[in-house]
């Protein structure tokens, strides 16, 4: 070993002589002693890996003054929570990494008011015994969307799993090839279907599959004809698909049940305010669809849950399955469930409440005047850092659905003058609360859409203080200058 090492390893301050800081002492009055403790440990245990591969070279690294901040950074660190807030500026509205579906005021209300204690979860109050979970939200359900019976789980692939296990367990389920999906990287319709333990009958081709495919392919050990909405692509060019009706028609000719995977689930009508047409729950169930899934917080706008609804006889069978227990729906869940669903009780009102369907129907215009507005609150700031520009741009829905639907929207810009996009990007990203924008074109690119009119504030604030930091200079990745 070197001489300076030798020398910095008995420079690394004693645990004890830590301790008996003033600072150390004020730190043990907000942190548990055994935390602290621990904290020094690992702390000095750092350093003197640091000097035996030769990261730190000098004395002034290891003075108690220094030594006790890393204390400190790492204190806060370990306690600050994990799950935080953070202000999508992506403009990617159903945003999986960030937590899908933002919910409703009312729904956030709800669960601010949930009683600390117990709960009528399955205890029937007029009876006073044992009740089902399911009730809460059934009814509701129902009345929404016309269906026979419902029930809910925990997401929609726990419900397209429980379908399958519970109605074509060691038989046969036809689907057509262009509908074999894969969704957000882990769930994908051929695997789901293998640990169901159902037989995948694929017919028909990529791009064109007709009824005839799906009848040559029936015999007698069939239990199911499936159709899976394609949720995160599209075809175009020379496709065709059977409809979910003619699906059914020979569903019923042959006795055999059709369900239909909604993925998104949508009760609104899309055409009524200007967009595509998205298949509705209700239309699937219009149409004669025996079972149909969705999930609680795609287009729904609730709590991560799956929706099955459909025939009375099915779902009860499904209930039934020991299956089910495992998948089954937490009360806080199902308390955010049954509060988003209430606000669809009046559909005009659920386009205004329901943020991702108040986010999706926001009008360019509304979204010009919240950009400028946003503009107008960093106006004067100083712009060696970057400048500010105001841009067009499209805002998707993402969350595996509508997957070609651009909704034309506006972004404030921060064009880089010192700071690099990609530095900013990263600056706004580690700010409280964390800011996740896009960077395009070596611009960092603020969507309104998808930012609140509460957050509007905060992340003017954030620009401000962005325009203020003498940090790193363009092109000149991890070099610091103060
Ligand atoms: C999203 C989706 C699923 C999975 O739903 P989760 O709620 O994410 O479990 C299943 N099927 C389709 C068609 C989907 O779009």
């Given amino acids: 070993m070197t001489e300076n090492k030798t020398y910095l390893f008995k420079k690394v301050p004693a645990v004890d002589k830590l301790l008996n800081t003033r600072r150390i002492s004020e730190l043990l009055e907000i942190y548990p002693r055994d935390m602290v403790t621990n904290a020094i440990r690992q702390t000095l245990e750092q350093l003197r890996y640091q000097i035996k591969d030769e990261s730190l070279t000098t004395e002034t690294q290891l003075k108690t003054e220094t030594v006790i901040d890393l204390v400190e950074k790492k204190l806060v660190r370990i306690t600050r929570p994990s799950l935080i807030s953070v202000i999508n500026a992506t403009g990617v509205i159903i945003h999986t990494n960030l937590g899908r579906s933002p919910l409703a005021e009312t729904v956030l209300e709800k669960l601010g008011s949930l009683p600390g204690g117990y709960c009528n979860l399955e205890y029937d109050i007029n009876s006073g015994k044992r009740g089902s979970r399911y009730v809460h939200v059934e009814g509701l359900l129902k009345d929404l969307t016309n269906s026979e019976a419902a029930m809910v789980v925990n997401n929609n692939a726990a419900a397209v799993l429980l379908c399958l296990e519970t109605i074509a367990k060691g038989q046969k389920v036809i689907v057509s090839r262009g509908q074999l999906v894969e969704i957000g990287g882990s769930f994908r319709i051929p695997d789901v279907m293998r640990k169901s333990g159902a037989q995948m009958v694929?017919?028909?081709?990529?791009?064109?599959?007709?009824?005839?495919?799906?009848?040559?392919?029936?015999?007698?050990?069939?239990?199911?004809?499936?159709?899976?909405?394609?949720?995160n692509f599209a075809l175009i060019g020379f496709t065709e698909d059977v409809s979910l009706s003619e699906m059914v028609s020979l569903g019923r000719r042959y006795g055999i049940p059709v369900m239909e995977d909604l993925g998104s689930g949508c009760l609104i009508n899309f055409s009524d305010y200007g967009l595509p047409m998205e298949p509705t729950v209700q239309d699937a169930l219009a149409q004669g669809a025996d079972l149909v899934t969705f999930s609680g917080d795609k287009l729904l706008g609730g709590p991560q849950a799956g929706i099955i609804l459909g025939r009375e006889d099915l779902i009860k069978s499904i209930r039934e399955n020991q299956l089910t227990r495992a998948l089954r729906i937490d009360?806080?869940?199902?308390?955010?469930?049954?509060?988003?669903?209430?606000?669809?009780?009046?559909?005009?009102?659920?386009?205004k409440k329901i943020p991702v369907l108040k986010m999706i129907f926001q009008s360019y215009d509304s979204l010009?005047?919240?950009?400028?507005?946003?503009?107008?609150?960093?106006?004067?700031?100083?712009?060696?850092?970057?400048?500010?520009?105001?841009?067009?741009?499209?805002?998707?829905?993402?969350?595996?659905?509508?997957?070609?639907?651009?909704?034309?929207?506006?972004?404030?810009?921060?064009?880089?003058?010192?700071?690099?996009?990609?530095?900013?990007?990263?600056?706004?990203?580690?700010?409280?609360?964390?800011?996740?924008?896009?960077?395009?074109?070596?611009?960092?690119?603020?969507?309104?859409?998808?930012?609140?009119?509460?957050?509007?504030?905060?992340?003017a604030r954030a620009i401000k203080d962005l325009a203020l930091i003498k940090g790193e200079m363009r092109g000149t990745d991890n070099k610091k200058y103060t």
Wanted: charged share 30%; glycine share 4%; hydrophobic share 40%.
């Fill in 202 to 231: 694929e017919v028909g081709t990529t791009n064109k599959t007709h009824l005839a495919d799906y009848e040559r392919a029936i015999d007698s050990d069939t239990s199911l004809l499936l159709k899976v909405h394609k949720s």
């Fill in 368 to 459: 010009k005047e919240k950009a400028a507005y946003l503009a107008k609150l960093v106006t004067d700031i100083n712009t060696d850092n970057f400048s500010l520009e105001l841009m067009d741009g499209n805002s998707m829905t993402g969350g595996g659905s509508l997957p070609h639907l651009r909704l034309p929207s506006k972004m404030l810009c921060l064009v880089p003058n010192r700071l690099s996009a990609q530095h900013m990007e990263t600056w706004l990203r580690e700010y409280d609360p964390p800011i996740i924008t896009r960077v395009k074109g070596e611009k960092v690119l603020f969507d309104v859409r998808t930012i609140g009119d509460k957050e509007l504030m905060t992340v």
């Fill in 331 to 351: 009360k806080l869940t199902l308390l955010a469930l049954e509060e988003a669903l209430r606000l669809y009780m009046d559909k005009q009102k659920a386009a």
